[in-house]
């Protein structure tokens, strides 16, 4: 198995609901530095995984969708607890769509969120 | 498959037997940074792997009873090595009694110890 | 001259006011992982710059007065643009107060805030 | 399953041919740093996955043999092209040629090729 | 003193000459990651050093004016020995032109060239 | 103001004696990644601060005479606090030593050593 990955960030507002998140709960904020990794059995023609160009381009888009805003506020995420798994999740997802028939060339996505020094969580999907 | 990991470190002075260690099987010391990583199929009702607060805690416990002692002195790792792979397994087995009934939530744990800034060692178990 | 450096960090909501700051005029939010550096010409009679268990613990506590906030309701910041630079010259100066009569065998403080993986700012003072 | 990672790094010239290189299609160059990561389900007799002193003199060994150079003049990758994904193969393949008997212990072998802070490829196979 | 830094990075082809290169006599090549730190007595009425995404606006356009090439064969290196101390030293003086008038209001630049985990060379000026 | 800088790494045990250092006053061990950076005003006729290739040898033989021991027992040690700013200090002045005529074209030396992802300390001096 293959593997290529491209690195990314967004800087967002947000709050959690639940006691379990503590202080969380109230507005805060947090970078995540996001990674990307796309997955394939063997490598194309070109002898890659994917046009890492076109992953990187692709990331920064979805990424930018999200970037510099209270995501509270934000309709999509109405009901939504914001937190970095599910934004893991979010992101994987969006991105698969973004990339459109280059996905079907792939076997897995896997989107980690790093928050801070000690603490990141991770999405992983097959294709 | 989500995942969350967090970090904390242990500092412990021990040597190493056998011929294969070189140097290492005199007295010395390492740094270990540790990383913990609970996995799990789907996300509870607070869109969250584990309670990441609790998570960290019961890692700072448990690389708190190991850290600033001499291994080669603790009466529980008598006639056994004490090398980073077994202590990366050590550190997993105590995380998972310490987690209790959390644990049953979980569906893998993976426990990774960085000596430097050239090695690691990982061991990864199912839940 | 010697220096010893400590580890935190702080995740904020905040936003910036001023047309240079683009998108980051909106609210949004940031994880600055903070390093504290403590300089000082010679050692004590301990043979360190600081009690770092002190240190990190005082950074701890200014750090942890600031975390899981939005920056934008603090009255002591209003009228105040809490800049990347601008948060490390506010966390500087209350580590030196936290500090107290320690602060007087120190020659110099800096701290950098890292709050991406691509960009971070420092502030310097003479002590 | 336990795994053992040991780091080294090589620096080459090379160009890539095909238009979804863009740039990267002129002779240019990269430093690749490079994660070893051997896999074992249990430890052998003296608590280890691998002799890591061996392992990475072998990776040593291997990088040895590729580093400082234009690999666009070297024969053994004539037809070839020299992607990070395709690198990180020969670099796994070589390896365990290189591990010899010691690699029917082993179950798995990835191979990490960092080309930049933002950027990284690698390769699994088993054993 | 105040300071910002914003991360880019080349990739390059070229030799150097002098028997004190040993193998890096050979054509091969490198990746550099580029930390630019701009420095400022005081802030800016805006409470910042540097315009952040100007100072990394400019760099990306110094960096981009030297990426995937092979300095071996730029007219502007002809003569010059392109080690990492060297090109530290080019983009500074290439960002300071770059920055033109907003140069004036900073008092030091450094640039930080990391051309492998274990290896990176800084140039450092006022201004 | 030039410098270049180069990466090794020590295993030691060790005890510190005095009250502020808690639970280390127990024998205990540590991992000191080490930075050694040369600074230098102007580069020499090859375009470098130092030859590179010679300042890793002489680090690796530095740090290669600490590691793989309890410093206890050093008896060079005897009466001496090992703590990371004295081990930064010594590791530094031994580097100078180890340098011979080569140390009187520097203009200074830093070393750094990093005992976790949350510490480290310098020591900086003019040559």
Redesign the interface.
Known sequence: ?????????L????SL??E?????Q????????VDATFRRES?DD????V???RA?AELSRVVGAL????LD?EPVFAG???????L??VIADRLVIALGDAAADLDGLVVTLR???????????AL
Do not use: K
């Open positions: 198995m293959f593997s290529v990955t491209v690195r990314d960030h800087m967002v507002a947000h609901r639940g379990v998140f503590g202080p969380a109230r507005l805060h904020g947090a970078t995540f530095v490598l070109d002898g890659i995984v046009d890492i160009g990187a970037t510099c805003r209270n506020d939504t607890n914001t937190t970095t798994e599910v893991a999740q928050e801070s020094h000690i603490a990141w969580a991770s999405y992983e999907r």
